[in-house]
């Protein structure tokens, strides 16, 4: 059984910054591996954060967080992280790890723009605060 589960979440201020970790067991590590960070805030539609391949390490943020998150992976830990940097009070929302298996980095890469509509497995999120 495949579980995943953030933390790393907190209330900060705008300009600091955080680094959430998704733990993945029972997830089946391979070259087709696709993994990625959502998010939600309240009274909105889940949007993409950013997604990384295993096969290459390809990874894709979406433009609101380009130079300021840094997706990354640790296999042998089975965790998956988001550095966030710069944080401004619109990054304020329910933050989810999802992963699943795709066939090129191309297809994960676009699930960045797709919401996550497409990934396998969801944890429960970790909830980020940004305040002014």
């Known amino acids: 059984q495949v579980q995943l589960v953030e933390s790393g979440g907190g209330s900060v201020q705008a300009g600091g910054s955080l680094t959430l970790s998704c733990t993945a067991s029972?997830?089946?590590?391979?070259?087709?591996?696709?993994m990625g960070w959502f998010r939600q805030a309240q009274g909105k539609e889940r949007e993409g954060v950013a997604t990384?391949?295993?096969?290459?390490?390809?990874?894709r943020y979406a433009g609101s967080v380009k130079g300021r998150f840094t997706i990354s992976q640790d296999n042998a830990k089975e965790t998956l992280y988001l550095q966030m940097n710069s944080l401004k009070v619109e990054d304020t929302a329910m933050y989810h790890c999802?992963?699943?298996?795709?066939?090129?980095?191309?297809?994960?890469?676009?699930?960045?723009?797709?919401?996550?509509?497409?990934?396998?497995?969801w944890g429960k999120g970790t909830l980020v605060t940004i305040s002014s």
């Open positions: 990384i391949y295993t096969g290459g390490g390809t990874t």
């Open positions: 029972g997830y089946y590590y391979s070259g087709t591996s696709c």
């Open positions: 999802a992963a699943g298996w795709r066939n090129s980095a191309g297809s994960c890469a676009v699930l960045v723009t797709t919401g996550g509509s497409g990934m396998t497995y």
